[in-house]
Each structure stands twice: as structure tokens, then as C-alpha cells.
């Protein structure tokens, strides 16, 4: 079930940016493994393109990670996809956090199949980028913040689901205090040359389940605001 859909006016596009690109990519995922039809069907329904810099407009739906500036990157749509997935599997969280907007591409993806995100940037051109896209997309399920991620968001702890799109050595203690004990988080953790991406679950008791999920690349989880 699609929570909240986009208006029509947002999938507007030509050649390389329509509606049968994205078709081609929600193909590819499934082939490539993706398996809740819900998060194919939102990556088909999401304009990417919206979430980059026009000269790379024509690469939007490839599955590929792309600069956004800042020497930060939108993640590759199987990657996203992966992760979305990965924490919807236990049953929809409904309070979200993610740690990285970035592009705000990710969280615009989440904020469409569960009632509340919640999303932390470090970099403030980035974060007012991303705000632009998700007014103009209609999404008022989205609350974002400029700080330093590794705090998480104490406010509004705890939350059902975590999701970290920056890599770290470890996930950060504040971060992992901020879920709820039946929680769910998936994050990359490791070295730029050796990362995997992991996922952890509560147990209800402060214990976690460690699972790992794939072996990614993502830009490193960095302290403080920029
Ligand atoms: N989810 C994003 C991926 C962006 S790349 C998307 O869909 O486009 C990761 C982002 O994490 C970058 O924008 C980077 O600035 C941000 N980041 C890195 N360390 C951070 C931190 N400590 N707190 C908040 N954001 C951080």
C-alpha cells in the first residue's frame, strides 16, 4: 500500500526522464532481487530526476549512485531500495529516522509507505535543497533538521526504524539509544575500501539481532555540521 502517493504533476517527464524509464528500473530491481512490491511500486512512482543537478538528468533512472554536491552522493536506487525494504520487513514502522538527507530522494521514498520521517543533514545548502523538493512534491509527512546526525533526533525519540545513508565505523551510541527495544536500523558500517551493510533488530529485552545485508559504498558518516 502506497501511504501517501505523489501528485501526477511530479512524474512528468520525456525520453530519458519518463515514466517508462522508471518502469525500466522498477524491472531491474526485481531482477536484481527486490521483493516487496511496495517499495517497487514507490521507486516507479518517484521522480528522481527532481533529486539532481540537470546536466545528469538523462542518468536519473540508472542504477547508479550520482553527485549532488558537496562531494556527497544520491545512493544507487538498488541500494535504497534495499534498505527500504529491509526495514519494512518486520511490519511498517511508523516514527522513521534517517540520518544523511542529502538529496532528500531516500527520505521522499520512505515518507511515501510509512506515516512519519524524520531526517538529519549536515550540510545546510543540502538540507534547503532537499526541503525545496519535499514542498514541492507535497510531502508533509517529512520534518528535517540541520545537525549533526550522530546525536540522532533525542526530541522526538524513540523512534520504530533508523536508517543511516553515510558510513560510520560503528553506528553512533545516541543513535542506537534512539530505538525503540523491537526497533529496527540498517546502515553501512565500515572502512571507504570494505563496507557492509548491516541491519539490527531489537529484541525487546536491549539485546539486538546483527544481520548483514550486502557489501556497499557509501560516502563516510562524518562528525559535526558543515
Ligand atoms: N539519503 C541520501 C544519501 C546522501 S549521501 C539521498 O537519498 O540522497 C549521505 C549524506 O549524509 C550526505 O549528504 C552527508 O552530508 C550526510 N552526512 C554525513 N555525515 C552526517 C552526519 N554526521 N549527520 C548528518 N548527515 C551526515
Redesign the pocket.
Known sequence: MNVHPLPPSALKGEGMTSQRARDRLAVKLKEEGIRDQRVIDVIRNTPRHH?IDQALHSRAYENTALP?G??????QPWV?ARMTEALLEFGTPQKVL????????????LAQVVPQVF?????EE?LRQ?RRRFRQLGLANIRSRH?????GWADEAPFDAI????A?DAI?HAVLDQLSPTGVLVAPVGSPSNQTLIRMRGDGQGDFIQEELAAVS?????????
Open positions: 533529486f549532488i558537496h562531494g556527497q552522493t544520491i545512493s535504497v534517517e540520518i544523511g538527507t542529502g538529496s532528500g530522494y531516500q527520505a521522499v521514498v531526517t538529519v543533514e549536515r550540510i543540502l532537499a545537525d549533526d546526525g550522530k546525536l536508517i543511516l545513508t553515510a560510520g553512533p557509501f560516502v563516510p558518516l562524518l562528525g559535526g555540521i558543515g
